[in-house]
């Protein structure tokens, strides 16, 4: 079976129910991690010159990231803000049709806000929120459905965006839990990827990827110590629809050294039953302490080199060589991994960045896009991040184009030479001819797939006047996602780390031709 063409567009129905040619329904974008638009024929090679912003969508002043990339289906944009609103506007005017309020779901709780992507499917829309909530709305009125509390940890949350696939949302549980202080008991937060019902938001079933934490001890503050924890699901997952496997990575352990940290899992998608699992690195535990003065007594890996972050934070992609599937998957180490999809053998790996223990900043962040010809993937604080398009047969890379040595130092990040950085953190998208991929320096580019080349670029680093009556702020091209590509439209969230400073929020810019 292809992934490409005709297949490509009957997966998509299958997994969406309503996903038109050329709509952008899920973070993946279909449900094999493509992030590729295969039917995206109107900004080619040859029109890509001529893209102008179209309108842009200002937030108010948070002081949150903006992390949610948006969904695109029907003519309509989704997605949520760091102002705890999640937004349905026209995809081509951005005038809004419908808003919701999270703070209307336990408002006890507060501060809720959404970090993933939307899913769009059968006239629902999907996603998670930092309280760990799971939401369905009304496609066209916005009217809530349903929504779930996944998280007994008060800790929990999702930066794993859903994936529909025949009736259920798929979705991973990710933790803050290993950024708190010395002061506060560590850690007990576990991570796992629940299949719920999405007619009724009811979970069909869990994969937990550690065992149940219990108390080791006292760190040496006096708080309690247990053990083991973390392996999050930062990542969203994918699935091969030939198989019926589902395929997710996980982070590294937080205490402790077990279970299914830093590993590519393959389960059953219709029960969580394992089909194999493998394990990236051989030990991986790590806490925000550990990049702390004096922090061995919290951070023990420091004395025997484990204390790495070298997770999977990435989504995978599933591709086809010679008759055969595999799936590939990018690490904060800097290392691509290719599995046999069906056994788990490795098929090769490939190391394109340089690795950087105790915060894996230097790796591979979000996801990596693969358009039937090239797997595209983007580094981090690379010393500069670079994009990369690589062999899908041998890893054997192909072309590699540095973020440009002037983009600190060329429109608005001159200002900022103590904030800006030539680094790499959305997710790569592609589509026919074009790569997109956006930068820490605050300028998005498109480049040519055949050849690397910078095609196009637009600098974010300024003001812009928005058509929600607001004024907003540019800066980091956002993380979490990437640029979604949809009926000759390119959408861009900005406003991640590193912040340029404003007394504006960030904004969502939308992209098309003259």
Same mark, same amino acid.
């Given at each position: 079976?292809?992934?490409?063409?005709?297949?490509?567009?009957?997966?998509?129905?299958?997994?969406?129910?309503?996903?038109?040619?050329?709509?952008?329904?899920?973070?993946?974008?279909?449900?094999?991690?493509?992030?590729?638009?295969?039917?995206?024929?109107?900004?080619?090679?040859?029109?890509?010159?001529?893209?102008?912003?179209?309108?842009?969508?200002?937030?108010?002043?948070?002081?949150?990231?903006?992390?949610?990339?948006?969904?695109?289906?029907?003519?309509?944009?989704?997605?949520?803000?760091?102002?705890?609103?999640?937004?349905?506007?026209?995809?081509?005017?951005?005038?809004?049709?419908?808003?919701?309020?999270?703070?209307?779901?336990?408002?006890?709780?507060?501060?809720?806000?959404?970090?993933?992507?939307?899913?769009?499917?059968?006239?629902?829309?999907?996603?998670?929120?930092?309280?760990?909530?799971?939401?369905?709305l009304d496609q066209r009125t916005g009217r809530l459905r349903w929504a779930t509390d996944t998280e007994s940890h008060s800790a929990g949350m999702h930066t794993s965006s859903?994936?529909?696939?025949?009736?259920?949302?798929?979705?991973?549980?990710?933790?803050?839990?290993?950024?708190?202080?010395?002061?506060?008991?560590?850690?007990?937060?576990?991570?796992?990827?629940?299949?719920?019902?999405?007619?009724?938001?009811?979970?069909?079933?869990?994969?937990?990827?550690?065992?149940?934490?219990?108390?080791?001890?006292?760190?040496?503050?006096?708080?309690?110590?247990?053990?083991?924890?973390?392996?999050?699901?930062?990542?969203?997952?994918?699935?091969?629809?030939?198989?019926?496997?589902?395929?997710?990575?996980?982070?590294?352990?937080?205490?402790?050294?077990?279970?299914?940290?830093?590993?590519?899992?393959?389960?059953?998608?219709?029960?969580?039953?394992?089909?194999?699992?493998?394990?990236?690195?051989?030990?991986?535990?790590?806490?925000?302490?550990?990049?702390?003065?004096?922090?061995?007594?919290?951070?023990?890996?420091?004395?025997?080199?484990?204390?790495?972050?070298?997770?999977?934070?990435?989504?995978?992609?599933?591709?086809?060589?010679?008759? @055969? &599937? $595999?799936?590939? *998957?990018?690490?904060?180490? /800097?290392?691509?991994? +290719?599995?046999?999809?069906?056994? %788990? =053998? !490795?098929?090769?790996?490939?190391?394109?960045?340089?690795?950087?223990?105790?915060?894996?900043?230097?790796?591979?962040?979000?996801?990596?896009?693969?358009?039937?010809?090239?797997?595209?993937?983007?580094?981090?604080?690379?010393?500069?991040?670079?994009?990369?398009?690589?062999?899908?047969?041998?890893?054997?890379?192909?072309?590699?184009?540095?973020?440009?040595?002037?983009?600190?130092?060329?429109?608005?990040?001159?200002?900022?030479?103590?904030?800006?950085?030539?680094?790499?953190?959305?997710?790569?998208?592609?589509?026919?001819?074009?790569?997109?991929?956006?930068?820490?320096?605050?300028?998005?580019?498109?480049?040519?797939?055949?050849?690397?080349?910078?095609?196009?670029?637009?600098?974010?680093? @300024? &003001? $812009?006047?928005? *058509?929600?009556?607001?004024? /907003?702020?540019?800066? +980091?091209?956002?993380?979490?996602? %990437? =640029? !979604?590509?949809?009926?000759?439209?390119?959408?861009?969230?900005?406003?991640?780390?590193?912040?340029?400073?404003?007394?504006?929020?960030?904004?969502?810019?939308?992209?098309?031709?003259?």
């Amino acid at each position: 079976m292809s992934l490409s063409g005709i297949a490509l567009g009957a997966v998509l129905l299958l997994a969406t129910g309503s996903a038109a040619p050329g709509d952008w329904p899920t973070w993946q974008g279909d449900v094999t991690g493509s992030r590729h638009n295969a039917a995206e024929h109107r900004i080619t090679p040859r029109t890509v010159g001529k893209l102008k912003l179209k309108w842009a969508f200002a937030y108010p002043a948070t002081g949150a990231p903006v992390k949610s990339q948006p969904a695109v289906v029907d003519g309509g944009i989704y997605f949520g803000g760091p102002d705890g609103m999640f937004y349905a506007l026209d995809a081509r005017t951005g005038a809004t049709r419908w808003t919701f309020a999270l703070s209307s779901v336990d408002p006890a709780s507060g501060g809720a806000i959404v970090l993933d992507g939307p899913a769009v499917a059968r006239g629902k829309v999907f996603f998670g929120d930092n309280r760990g909530y799971v939401y369905a709305l009304d496609q066209r009125t916005g009217r809530l459905r349903w929504a779930t509390d996944t998280e007994s940890h008060s800790a929990g949350m999702h930066t794993s965006s859903p994936l529909y696939y025949r009736g259920k949302i798929y979705i991973g549980a990710s933790s803050a839990e290993n950024t708190g202080d010395a002061t506060t008991p560590c850690c007990t937060f576990r991570g796992h990827i629940d299949a719920l019902d999405a007619d009724t938001g009811e979970l069909d079933w869990r994969y937990w990827t550690v065992p149940e934490p219990v108390q080791v001890g006292t760190w040496p503050s006096g708080a309690p110590r247990f053990e083991p924890s973390g392996a999050g699901v930062w990542s969203s997952p994918v699935i091969d629809p030939a198989t019926g496997t589902l395929y997710v990575g996980t982070g590294q352990n937080y205490t402790g050294s077990a279970g299914d940290y830093d590993s590519l899992l393959a389960l059953n998608a219709r029960d969580g039953s394992v089909r194999w699992k493998q394990q990236v690195t051989r030990a991986d535990t790590w806490r925000s302490l550990c990049n702390e003065p004096d922090a061995e007594g919290y951070c023990p890996g420091l004395r025997d080199g484990t204390a790495l972050d070298y997770d999977i934070g990435a989504t995978p992609n599933l591709f086809r060589v010679g008759g @055969r &599937t $595999f799936v590939g *998957v990018g690490q904060k180490s /800097g290392v691509y991994h +290719a599995f046999d999809a069906r056994t %788990g =053998a !490795v098929f090769w790996r490939r190391q394109i960045g340089v690795p950087l223990p105790s915060g894996g900043i230097s790796g591979i962040q979000w996801g990596s896009s693969y358009d039937g010809r090239r797997i595209y993937v983007a580094t981090y604080f690379a010393g500069p991040g670079t994009l990369f398009a690589l062999d899908p047969a041998t890893g054997r890379v192909l072309w590699e184009t540095p973020n440009p040595a002037d983009g600190c130092t060329t429109g608005g990040a001159a200002a900022f030479p103590d904030v800006c950085a030539l680094a790499h953190t959305p997710a790569a998208t592609s589509t026919p001819g074009l790569v997109y991929e956006g930068s820490n320096d605050g300028k998005m580019r498109i480049y040519s797939s055949r050849t690397g080349a910078v095609l196009w670029q637009y600098d974010t680093v @300024r &003001t $812009f006047t928005a *058509v929600n009556g607001r004024t /907003g702020f540019g800066g +980091a091209v956002s993380g979490n996602g %990437g =640029a !979604v590509v949809s009926n000759g439209m390119l959408y861009v969230q900005v406003g991640y780390y590193p912040f340029y400073p404003s007394e504006h929020g960030n904004v969502l810019l939308a992209f098309g031709l003259e």
